[in-house]
């Protein structure tokens, strides 16, 4: 009787809140097991804030190295194969009874039932890149298979494994730690920054029209601003805080999930990023201070719903997060931002309002060419460039601005100054642009091109269409013309021709191009296609070599070929 005693109130112990995700209740406990079989450290948490989106997952260390063993979570099968030079790599989806499916990603390589199913696709289709789903029950797993091994595959920016639960029916994406994975986290979220914005004409910030940027001091769970005295604000105002969450062993810096302001103790904005769809992940470019982000690499987030930011995180928000001062009180200001397992900071400062200053609005100058409305279709205009704007692109009403300049060097349009990089898009635009001096036989070897600071070209596409270039493009900046006539590089790593390989695993090539990039490739042993894996990010393509290359003299050669139709071609009589 004791014993059971004992073992009742251990088991409450476990599952008092301070020991549960906050919300946990929502979704099964320990159902699934650790995708690894080491302690999870965090290299990147669900949630967290990235430019164009919100991250899908957990990132899981794995120590700096690649081939640890990759397992599968609980019973499924596999649903969909990813593998792709960019984005996850090689990456395995598993769907489970319970209505859930795990996401596996930058995998280094699959285990050998799962590898050779995959492999026969890719030789049937002749193509590495696949994005297939596989037939219910074909490739079924148990919990607790070694399922393949951790990488570096893809986009990723070291070795880890990326790991994401989702919704079976929405494949909406949930913060796997949602689902009692032991991460042990009793660290409050760490609070870096405010930022008080004015919001329009009237608005003041200590008697400026300019945002203010504040400091903050303190540590564990209070903190305050680094200033003797009171903000003075008037008109229409919304702030902004930059915050970091830490988990016990990992010191990486995670996203923060909650964020509540209360003026006077009133909640006047609120979000929580429990889960979301693929559909509303670029809305993070409005929830944070963009100019601030793509100059700066600091992540304030806005207290602040933009007109077109449909996102549903937000909740308790009064007058989209903007707030009128406009007596002669002071008023207590305080966030609180809040990690997964309930660990609580809080930033708490004070601001003096006043009537406005004097100030009046004048009758406002356009700075810009034309007002577009972000709920509303956009079209502008001028004789050698076009750009078509969705009314969903733009997450409030914008003074666009437009001038163009002479032809750059290496050039042959106008250079189109579309607006400037400050402001955010969120769908494809359409932009066509009129050349000035384009030799008729260059026409199909003609890209538009995005201009970076040093003039770096950025190859955008194009297709023709009544004397126009037309691309799709998601990012504001400067525009012109460039061609590509240079065939992309092949540079051999570990062959030459004549080499007896019998003794390497592998064959490595180096491939790369100057502007457009690189549109396909195709390797071939005596006639016939070889997979080649494509590690875009280092230029490699790999081709470890099997039963497809044989005994004694064999025929290799590649052909690759970019964008706009140029090709290159490496060829090598090698010896196994």
């Given at each position: 009787?004791?014993?059971?005693?004992?073992?009742?109130?251990?088991?409450?112990?476990l599952l008092l809140p301070g020991n549960m995700p906050?919300?946990?209740?929502?979704?099964?406990?320990h159902y699934f097991r650790s995708p690894v079989d080491f302690p999870i450290s965090l290299a990147g948490s669900f949630g967290e804030l990235r430019k164009n989106h919100f991250h899908s997952g957990i990132d899981i260390r794995t120590g700096g190295a690649t081939g640890k063993p990759v397992y599968a979570v609980a019973d499924g099968y596999v649903s969909r194969v990813f593998v792709n030079p960019a984005g996850f790599g090689k990456a395995l989806y598993i769907a489970h009874p319970n209505g859930y499916t795990t996401v596996y990603g930058h995998l280094l390589r699959f285990n050998t039932a799962i590898g050779n199913w995959i492999s026969r696709q890719q030789y049937q289709q002749e193509t590495?890149?696949?994005?297939?789903?596989?037939?219910?029950?074909?490739?079924?797993?148990?919990?607790?298979d070694v399922i393949a091994l951790s990488g570096?595959?893809?986009?990723?920016?070291?070795?880890h494994l990326h790991f994401e639960v989702r919704e079976s029916a929405s494949q909406e994406v949930i913060n796997p730690l949602e689902f009692g994975f032991d991460v042990p986290d009793n660290t409050p979220p760490k609070i870096t920054a405010l930022k008080i914005y004015p919001f329009d004409a009237m608005a003041m910030v200590n008697y400026t029209d300019k945002a203010l940027m504040l400091g903050v001091t303190g540590g564990g769970s209070n903190y305050s601003v680094k200033v003797p005295d009171s903000i003075h604000v008037s008109g229409n105002i919304y702030f902004g805080v930059e915050t970091t969450d830490f988990s016990d062993n990992s010191g990486m810096k995670n996203g923060v999930p909650s964020v509540s302001l209360t003026i006077d103790n009133e909640v006047v904005y609120s979000h929580h990023l429990e889960k979301f769809a693929f559909a509303n992940t670029r809305y993070v470019n409005s929830l944070l201070d963009y100019p601030l982000l793509i100059h700066s690499n600091r992540k304030i987030q806005r207290s602040y719903v933009a007109p077109n930011n449909k996102n549903d995180i937000y909740s308790k928000v009064k007058n989209r997060g903007i707030i009128n001062f406009n007596d002669n009180r002071a008023h207590k200001v305080m966030y609180t931002v809040t990690d997964l397992w309930g660990n609580e900071s809080r930033l708490v400062f004070w601001v003096k309002s006043h009537p406005p200053a004097g100030r009046r609005p004048e009758n406002k100058i356009m700075h810009g060419v034309q007002m577009m409305h972000c709920t509303e279709d956009n079209h502008f205009a001028r004789p050698d460039m076009i750009l078509d704007i969705p009314k969903e692109a733009l997450y409030e009403d914008l003074e666009f601005e437009y001038t163009s300049e002479e032809p750059l060097p290496g050039t042959y349009a106008r250079l189109h100054r579309v607006h400037n990089e400050d402001t955010p898009l969120h769908v494809?635009?359409?932009?066509?642009?009129?050349?000035?001096?384009?030799?008729?036989?260059?026409?199909?070897?003609?890209?538009i091109v995005s201009i970076e600071p040093g003039r770096k070209f950025y190859a955008k596409g194009g297709v023709w269409e009544n004397g126009f270039l037309k691309t799709q493009v998601r990012d504001f900046g400067d525009y012109s013309i460039a061609v590509d006539t240079e065939p992309p590089s092949i540079r051999p790593?570990?062959?030459?021709?004549?080499?007896?390989?019998?003794?390497?695993?592998?064959?490595?090539?180096?491939?790369?191009?100057?502007?457009?990039?690189?549109?396909?490739?195709?390797?071939m042993m005596n006639g016939r296609w070889i997979l080649m894996d494509y590690d875009a990010k280092n230029n490699l393509l790999t081709y470890l070599i099997d039963e497809h290359m044989a005994k004694g003299k064999n025929s290799f050669h590649v052909v690759v070929s970019d964008a706009v139709g140029n090709q290159a071609r490496y060829d090598a009589s090698l010896v196994r």
């Amino acid at each position: 009787m004791t014993r059971f005693l004992i073992s009742a109130i251990f088991s409450c112990i476990l599952l008092l809140p301070g020991n549960m995700p906050v919300g946990a209740e929502k979704y099964p406990q320990h159902y699934f097991r650790s995708p690894v079989d080491f302690p999870i450290s965090l290299a990147g948490s669900f949630g967290e804030l990235r430019k164009n989106h919100f991250h899908s997952g957990i990132d899981i260390r794995t120590g700096g190295a690649t081939g640890k063993p990759v397992y599968a979570v609980a019973d499924g099968y596999v649903s969909r194969v990813f593998v792709n030079p960019a984005g996850f790599g090689k990456a395995l989806y598993i769907a489970h009874p319970n209505g859930y499916t795990t996401v596996y990603g930058h995998l280094l390589r699959f285990n050998t039932a799962i590898g050779n199913w995959i492999s026969r696709q890719q030789y049937q289709q002749e193509t590495f890149a696949l994005d297939i789903q596989v037939p219910q029950g074909l490739l079924k797993v148990k919990k607790g298979d070694v399922i393949a091994l951790s990488g570096n595959s893809g986009a990723s920016g070291g070795p880890h494994l990326h790991f994401e639960v989702r919704e079976s029916a929405s494949q909406e994406v949930i913060n796997p730690l949602e689902f009692g994975f032991d991460v042990p986290d009793n660290t409050p979220p760490k609070i870096t920054a405010l930022k008080i914005y004015p919001f329009d004409a009237m608005a003041m910030v200590n008697y400026t029209d300019k945002a203010l940027m504040l400091g903050v001091t303190g540590g564990g769970s209070n903190y305050s601003v680094k200033v003797p005295d009171s903000i003075h604000v008037s008109g229409n105002i919304y702030f902004g805080v930059e915050t970091t969450d830490f988990s016990d062993n990992s010191g990486m810096k995670n996203g923060v999930p909650s964020v509540s302001l209360t003026i006077d103790n009133e909640v006047v904005y609120s979000h929580h990023l429990e889960k979301f769809a693929f559909a509303n992940t670029r809305y993070v470019n409005s929830l944070l201070d963009y100019p601030l982000l793509i100059h700066s690499n600091r992540k304030i987030q806005r207290s602040y719903v933009a007109p077109n930011n449909k996102n549903d995180i937000y909740s308790k928000v009064k007058n989209r997060g903007i707030i009128n001062f406009n007596d002669n009180r002071a008023h207590k200001v305080m966030y609180t931002v809040t990690d997964l397992w309930g660990n609580e900071s809080r930033l708490v400062f004070w601001v003096k309002s006043h009537p406005p200053a004097g100030r009046r609005p004048e009758n406002k100058i356009m700075h810009g060419v034309q007002m577009m409305h972000c709920t509303e279709d956009n079209h502008f205009a001028r004789p050698d460039m076009i750009l078509d704007i969705p009314k969903e692109a733009l997450y409030e009403d914008l003074e666009f601005e437009y001038t163009s300049e002479e032809p750059l060097p290496g050039t042959y349009a106008r250079l189109h100054r579309v607006h400037n990089e400050d402001t955010p898009l969120h769908v494809n635009c359409s932009l066509a642009i009129k050349p000035t001096s384009l030799p008729k036989d260059l026409a199909d070897k003609a890209v538009i091109v995005s201009i970076e600071p040093g003039r770096k070209f950025y190859a955008k596409g194009g297709v023709w269409e009544n004397g126009f270039l037309k691309t799709q493009v998601r990012d504001f900046g400067d525009y012109s013309i460039a061609v590509d006539t240079e065939p992309p590089s092949i540079r051999p790593v570990n062959v030459k021709p004549g080499k007896n390989v019998s003794r390497q695993v592998s064959i490595m090539l180096k491939i790369s191009d100057n502007l457009s990039g690189i549109k396909s490739y195709r390797g071939m042993m005596n006639g016939r296609w070889i997979l080649m894996d494509y590690d875009a990010k280092n230029n490699l393509l790999t081709y470890l070599i099997d039963e497809h290359m044989a005994k004694g003299k064999n025929s290799f050669h590649v052909v690759v070929s970019d964008a706009v139709g140029n090709q290159a071609r490496y060829d090598a009589s090698l010896v196994r």
